[in-house]
């Protein structure tokens, strides 16, 4: 185990919020057709109370802390934010579509000792990437703006989410990403607007193409173990959980909303009405997510992939419960290993539903309603 | 010939933060990741610039751990050469201003 897996496992252990995901708002220059935020100002956090948010994350032990929106740098204060964070030693990471850093941006962020800036670039065709991102020339201002990280010595992360209309892309991505000198990661995950608006699923790759994803040792590593069929639930396997959400990891929306996860909708709390370590000590709603162990999932618990699969209590939250299982998540299972999972076997399938036919009632992303 | 003071300050290119009473250090020039234990914690702590290292070692080191104040000395100044080789701490015989971002 890695140093910095024992720290993470220690942290988890010890129910200390590691990491810490803070959307500072959800404006945005892009209008990306899978994007599942809305793009309007509900009453932003101040520069003041972020601040006073990031004393109180800093006090309950975060270390890690991401930026993103919504695009961070539409915050006239971003820089000021970020500032103050590194003042109080958090390790800083930002996610961006890059299109307002130029020189001088780039060199602040270098000064300001940023980890790492994580951009999205959707294909390595312009006419692709800006018909995604409905921004004219976003391509080339993105790719222009890598270039002024890079040269600032900065670590660079490409996101490329994969979607129908740009799935055959990826390996060009991979190659402009190798010719930039920055790491490359895929995600082939469209997670469900906040309005309730199931439509972008649509945009989800097809079944048959996310098994040639999961087969491509370009992008998954080492092909043979990353498909290898799951290996029996071990009685450790069933006492774990999930995922980091609400154990050592939660999200804080641009309104002061805490969540377990940014994928993870739950309410749990509001920065603006309790204190931080409040909501993550004793709200119920945390206290539940971080209560459930692999063997209390209803159908989870008696599939063959319980202990290797990705599933995502914030999808199966989604979907209807967070005990449940998240379809998504099935479907990569399958197309990975091609074993059908416990939960089409129950639903008669041998093969995953097409997008389209999942339509599970949806719990949707609000900001709660704060007294005047 | 005089004893040489040593200052130490907390480079401003460091995250770090307590988790149990340990240190977890991070570089953000390439992303180096430490822990330090209880002592190096209490050094680490300690290094505003302003104080020297034997008296870091005198006034915190020594006060709270039990250890001999001569290899407790040593093995700081051994701790304080290895993180400055990984930029975590600055190290001078003059006082350092503390780096801020």
């Given amino acids: 185990m890695s140093l910095m897996s024992e720290v993470g496992q220690k942290a988890f252990n010890l129910g200390v919020p590691l990491a810490v995901h803070m959307d500072v708002t959800y404006r945005c220059n892009e209008r990306c057709v899978h994007c599942y935020l809305d793009h309007d100002d509900h009453g932003e956090m101040t520069t003041a109370e972020i ?36 003042r109080l030693m958090f390790n800083v990471k930002i996610k961006t579509n890059a299109v307002m850093i130029h020189e001088e941006e780039a060199r602040r962020i270098r000064e300001l000792g940023v ?31 890598i270039r002024f990280l890079r040269e600032q010595g900065l670590r660079v992360t490409i996101a490329n989410v994969l979607m129908t209309v740009n799935s055959s892309d990826h390996s060009g991505v991979q190659e402009l990403a190798a010719e930039l000198g920055v790491q490359y990661t895929l995600d082939p995950t469209i ?27 370009a992008l998954v590593g080492n092909q043979e173990e990353f498909c290898a069929p799951p290996k029996p639930p071990s009685e450790e396997d069933l006492e774990g959980y999930s995922c980091s959400a609400g154990h050592s990891f939660c999200y804080i929306s641009p309104y002061g909303d805490v969540f377990p996860c940014v994928q993870f909708p739950l309410p749990t709390g509001n920065i603006r ?42 999808l ?57 | 010939m005089p004893e040489t003071c040593i200052y130490i300050a907390r480079s401003s290119a460091i995250a770090a933060r307590a988790l ?82």
């Fill in chain 1, 191 to 217: 997670t469900p607007m906040m309005d309730g608006d199931m439509s972008v699923l649509s945009l989800r790759i097809p079944g048959e193409e996310l098994k040639e994803v999961f087969h491509n040792p």
């Fill in chain 1, 51 to 86: 601040k006073d948010v990031l004393d109180q994350l800093a006090e309950a032990g975060v270390f890690f802390i991401t930026f993103s929106g919504g695009e961070v740098l539409l915050r006239r204060d971003f820089f000021e934010i970020v500032e103050y964070a590194r």
């Fill in chain 2, 20 to 101: 149990a009473g340990e240190m977890m250090v991070m570089n953000s020039v390439d992303s180096t990741f430490f822990t330090l234990n209880e002592v190096a914690t209490t050094i680490f702590q300690a290094a505003d610039g302003h104080t020297p290292l034997r008296d870091i070692v005198r006034d915190h080191v020594c006060e709270r751990f039990d250890v001999d104040p001569e290899q407790a000395q040593a093995d700081a100044e051994q701790f304080v050469a290895e993180l400055s080789g990984h930029g975590i701490l600055l190290v001078s015989n003059q006082p350092l201003a503390s780096e801020t971002p």
């Fill in chain 1, 316 to 372: 199966a939250y989604m979907e209807g419960s967070m005990r449940g299982p998240s379809t998504a998540d099935c479907e990569k299972s399958f197309y990975r290993t091609g074993i059908p999972t416990a939960n089409m076997l129950r639903q008669g399938l041998s093969k995953p539903r097409t997008m389209a036919a999942n339509t599970a009632p949806l719990i949707q992303i609000r900001p709660i309603a704060v007294p005047a």
């Fill in chain 1, 115 to 145: 980890d790492t800036i994580q951009i999205s670039v959707y294909s390595h065709r312009p006419e692709v990437h800006d018909a995604i991102t409905k921004l004219p020339h976003s391509f080339e201002r993105t790719i222009k703006a």
């Fill in chain 1, 273 to 314: 009405q309790q204190k931080f370590l409040d909501i993550w000590n004793f709200s119920p709603q945390m206290n539940e997510v971080r209560s459930i162990k692999a063997k209390d999932l209803t159908v989870c618990s008696s599939c063959s992939h319980v202990s290797s699969c990705s599933r995502c209590p914030g």
